[in-house]
């Protein structure tokens, strides 16, 4: 069988927000990730849907590596892409689950959705693509706990069809919350900036610690960390504080009018373990 025909990007909140918020949103975190890939020098292009985003590229591992650090990318999928007839989707579903060797021995389903104007529903889809599969490995259905699974995605004149669902970061595109200073000193503030980093916030940086700022850029995907000498001699509207802060401190580079942020307040051990693990 062929090699996957591009990347299917889903986004997340960013879909329930108004048609005007969605569009600008979506302009920054497809410029996030044409900013990384550019960066990395891997050749691509884009399609863009409704809420969702079709990277063609043959370096799709490089693609994919860039993908799981975006902030915005609920998940995404390699796919193989035929036009939206049902003859067409039938013949792809069979090859793609005799490409993953799906047997008789085997239970699968099939997930299809649907999106713009066609002459079947999604359930047909479904249905004829599952007969089709059926009647070439002689694989039962079962559609509560299938051992494989076949995802189709019909849009206006493509349809899309994998097998996995990778995760991401979710949250919401980096620079569409503004401008949050950070203090960094330990890997607790690392933490810290990177759950603000996932509301769209961007991060204003002292130069103290070079091998924390590090961690954090791999991070800060699409944007620059601004950097200065003294956080205390820049304007900050809002400040990410991990652990403690005294009023001495506080008043050292905070204003009345400075929003404190304190993302860690509402984790537990194990949450903030599990996130210690994934930054890194």
């Known amino acids: 069988m062929r090699d996957p025909d591009c990347i299917l990007v889903r986004v997340g909140e960013q879909a329930l927000k108004s048609e005007q918020v969605q569009k600008k949103w979506m302009a920054i975190l497809l410029d996030n990730i044409r900013t990384e890939l550019q960066m990395k020098k891997i050749k691509f292009s884009f399609e863009v849907n409704p809420n969702r985003v079709f990277i063609y590229s043959k370096e799709r591992g490089k693609v994919k590596s860039v993908l799981k650090r975006v902030f915005g990318v609920t998940s995404y999928s390699e796919c193989w892409k035929c036009h939206s007839g049902l003859d067409e989707i039938k ?4 090859d793609l689950a005799e490409h993953i060797k799906l ?139 991990a652990g403690k802060i005294s009023e001495k401190q506080k008043s050292s580079y905070c204003t009345k009018k400075t929003l404190i942020l304190r993302p860690l307040d509402g984790l537990d051990t194990e949450e903030k373990s599990d996130l210690t693990r994934l930054i890194g």
Not at 91 to 94: D, P, Y
Not at 194 to 208: F, P, Y
């Open 103 to 241: 047997t008789n021995k085997q239970s699968f389903a099939i997930r299809a959705r649907r999106a713009g104007w066609h002459k079947f529903s999604s359930q047909t889809v479904a249905e004829e693509a599952g007969a089709a599969v059926k009647r070439v490995t002689n694989a039962k259905v079962n559609l509560r706990k299938p051992k494989k699974e076949i995802f189709i995605e019909v849009r206006s004149r493509n349809t899309y069809i994998f097998t996995k669902k990778i995760n991401g970061l979710g949250g919401l595109p980096l620079g569409t919350g503004g401008d949050v200073g950070i203090k960094l000193r330990n890997n607790k503030d690392v933490l810290a900036a990177w759950l603000i980093m996932r509301r769209g916030c961007t991060l204003i940086a002292d130069d103290k610690k070079p091998e924390l700022l590090k961690k954090i850029r791999k991070w800060h995907v699409g944007k620059k960390i601004i950097i200065v000498k003294k956080l205390e001699d820049f304007e900050i509207k809002a400040m990410i504080v």
């Open 91 to 94: 013949l792809l579903s069979v």
